[in-house]
């Protein structure tokens, strides 16, 4: 199975700040990564597909990049509503897996 | 605009099993793949499986072969999951996903809450 490993664990920012998280998988996986937000007590909602595909009604601040191993997650200016937990998801190969999280923060 | 409606939270007793289901509308479930995704207490996302609802075709994760079971209806839009032989460590919220391929979960159904407990 494809390990994808999400870092950091925890971000801790302030408001207006731009951050970027980290996911890599343990195998080359083309551009097959999705992201997704969680917010406490919700489902998740998909952000980014296919690394770098914006997806509609997702604000412009979220972007992702990276192919192959390593994947980014962007957040240009984080606001008060983007305190969450973030997961990536990769799509390369069966059985599907999950990243373990990256909880963002009210620093 | 498209929408997954889970059942409701479940109590079951160790060694029983429960059905979920996750209605679609607003999409033809023919159309898509359906995954199941689980959340332990404070812990992240777990892929299950998935099912084309076209013609029933079944992919699981190794842990999940014999616990659970997916079917899909076309004529209702619904898809289920059965959880087999309960155990405390099924406890967790469970939620059907929507996959117009290939691969990322485009719609999430609310998510249903099932404890295990005698």
């Known amino acids: 199975d494809i390990v994808l490993t999400q870092s950091p664990a925890t971000l801790s920012v302030t408001p207006g700040e731009s951050v970027s998280l980290s996911c890599r998988a343990s195998?080359?996986?083309?551009?097959?990564i999705h992201w997704y937000q969680q917010k406490s007590n919700e489902s998740p909602r998909l952000l980014i597909k296919y690394a770098s595909q914006s997806i509609s009604g997702i604000p412009s601040r979220f972007s992702g990049s990276g192919s192959g191993t390593d994947f980014t997650l962007s957040i240009n200016r984080v606001e008060s509503e983007d305190f969450s937990v973030y997961y990536c998801?990769?799509?390369?190969?069966?059985?599907?897996?999950f990243g373990a999280g990256t909880k963002l923060e009210l620093k | 605009e498209v929408q997954l409606q889970q059942s409701g939270a479940e109590l079951g007793k160790p060694g029983t099993s429960v059905k979920l289901s996750c209605k679609v509308s607003g999409y033809n479930i023919r159309n898509t793949y359906m995954h199941w995704v689980n959340q332990r207490p404070g812990k992240g996302l777990e892929w299950i499986g998935r099912?084309?609802?076209?013609?029933?075709?079944?992919i699981y994760a190794e842990k999940f072969k014999s616990k659970a079971t997916l079917t899909a209806d076309t004529s209702s839009n619904t898809a289920y999951m059965q959880l087999s032989q309960l155990k405390s460590d099924d406890t967790a919220i469970y939620f059907c996903?929507?996959?117009?391929?290939?691969?990322?979960?485009?719609?999430w159904g609310q998510g249903a809450s099932v404890t295990v407990s005698s």
């Open positions: 996903a929507m996959d117009p391929g290939p691969g990322r979960m485009d719609a």
């Open positions: 998801q990769q799509s390369y190969s069966l059985p599907y897996t």
């Open positions: 195998q080359g996986i083309s551009t097959s």
């Open positions: 099912i084309d609802p076209a013609n029933g075709n079944t």
